[in-house]
């Protein structure tokens, strides 16, 4: 499978995906991984108890594939992997992993980057940040938006 | 028929809503009937950034709802 999406309920661990994923990139000159975690204070430096993504029963699953399958396509990977968490989410636990393997680097960072950047504006999720002075849904930012946009004649 | 709502919609309203139906009705008018039932909420039913679902498809309030259609309003979405 050339590009997998996975909707994790539960944690999961990013330096085994990488692992799993690096050993079935055959034929690739490079592989770039990010991993996202969830952070400990909000962007106004509350501290954060928690994070909540709510999901659609099948729109989330199919957002995360059309991401994978867009990227190998548009940047023509050997492979693309995407694990995304839903639900409860405690801080520094993995929220999302992306990986791109191509044939060389610039390429794999480039999709990875892309990646990212559709999942923060794609994806079928809402996020809703618990911290100690309340609880806030978060929207995608102009510079989420912007982030985007860079990649829009995908 | 029943209307499902997602990240702060549900929790203002609920995950799932019953509106008796009404032939020939569009999206919009299903927009309108929960401001009028849903006060609280009013305010963010009615903004457009909240997309109107028919069969797990995005469209435009002017869509007509058939008959065991499943219904949904997607606020904007946050991953990553």
């Known amino acids: ?154 | 028929m029943k209307i499902r709502f997602y990240g702060p919609l549900a929790e203002a309203i609920g995950r799932e809503v019953e509106l008796p139906g009404e032939p020939g009705g569009t999206l919009g008018d299903v927009r309108r009937r929960l401001i009028a039932s849903h006060p609280a909420a009013a305010e963010a039913l009615a903004r457009p950034a909240v997309r109107a679902c028919l069969d797990d498809e995005v469209v435009g309030d002017d869509a007509v709802v058939p008959e065991g259609a499943e219904l949904a309003f997607l606020p904007p979405l946050s991953g990553g």
């Open chain 1, 1 to 154: 499978v050339i590009a997998s999406a996975c909707l994790a309920e539960d944690a999961f661990d990013p330096a085994g995906e990488l692992a799993a994923f690096t050993a079935h990139a055959a034929g690739a000159g490079a592989v770039v991984s990010f991993v996202g975690l969830a952070r400990h204070r909000t962007r106004a430096g509350v501290e954060v108890t928690g994070l909540f993504l709510d999901h659609h029963p099948r729109l989330t699953q199919s957002s995360l594939e059309e991401i994978t399958q867009a990227a190998v396509q548009r940047f023509g990977l050997i492979a693309a992997r995407v694990v995304h968490r839903c639900g409860a989410i405690a801080p520094g636990e993995p929220i999302v992993f992306v990986a791109a393997a191509a044939a060389h680097r610039r390429t794999a960072f480039e999709a990875a980057d892309a990646m990212m950047d559709r999942l923060k504006t794609d994806a079928v999720f809402w996020k809703r940040e618990d911290a100690v002075d309340g609880s806030r849904w978060i929207e995608p930012s102009d510079q989420d938006r912007a982030d985007r946009a860079r990649w829009s004649d995908a």
